[in-house]
Each structure stands twice: as C-alpha cells, then as structure tokens.
C-alpha cells in the first residue's frame, strides 16, 4: 500500500522552530517530487515548498522563503520542513504530497499524506 505519513508537528511559542518528516511506504521517492502543503482553519490548502527528486531544486511560497528549508533523504525515503522563526500565521495541518513534477497547484499531486498539525502560540 503506498502511504505517506507526516510528523513532527506540534505546538511552538512564536520564534520557535519545527521539523516535519514526510516518510513514504510502499513505493520509493527518489522518483517523485515532494511537496509541503498547509491549510490553516477557515482557509483554503496552500503551497509551502516543493523539491525535486534530485534534491537540487526547491520552491518555497514568498510567505516562508528565509524561514523554511525542504531537504530530503532518499536513502531514508523521507523529506524534511525545517522550519525556523515561526509565526502565529503559520497554524495550519501541514501535508506532504508526492508527484513526480513540483507543482503549486495541489490537484497536481496524487498521492497525499494524512498531515500534522503544527500550532504556533505564546
């Protein structure tokens, strides 16, 4: 069964730093691009990142650029979201989606994990 699982989210007070884990059984990732999705309550799911299956091109969205990187670990089949100086806006489920091409549009990716909640808050 393919299965991509997310973890690592949690609550962290502002300026705080997360690292989610998007690990992928069933099916390898060295051929898929990874995406990092967020929907925030009320709001509609939006693009975060997104890396190649080489690893050697990211995407990030303006509004986390300079605060989160996306790496990847092909021999652990895994794709990492440092994130660092987190905000309140940045609450949201975060999901990680596989696709072999990046893509902002999320009705790109077919395969999709079952997200984790990330809660920015004093």
């Known amino acids: 069964q393919l299965q991509l699982v997310e973890s690592g989210g949690g609550l962290v007070q502002p300026g705080g730093s997360l690292r989610l884990s998007c690990a992928a059984s069933?099916?390898?990732?060295?051929?898929?691009?990874i995406g990092w999705f967020r929907q925030a309550p009320g709001k509609e799911r939006e693009g975060v990142s997104c890396?190649?299956?080489?690893?050697?091109?990211?995407n990030y969205a303006d509004s986390v650029k300079g605060r989160f990187t996306i790496s990847r670990d092909n021999a652990k089949n895994t794709v990492y979201l440092q994130m660092n100086s987190l905000k309140p806006e940045d609450t949201a489920v975060y999901y990680c989606?596989?696709?072999?091409?990046?893509?902002?549009?999320?009705?790109?990716?077919?395969?999709w994990g079952q997200g984790t909640q990330v809660t920015v808050s004093s």
């Open positions: 069933g099916f390898t990732l060295d051929y898929y691009a």
């Open positions: 989606a596989a696709e072999p091409l990046c893509s902002w549009f999320e009705g790109a990716f077919h395969y």
């Open positions: 890396i190649d299956s080489s690893g050697g091109s990211t």
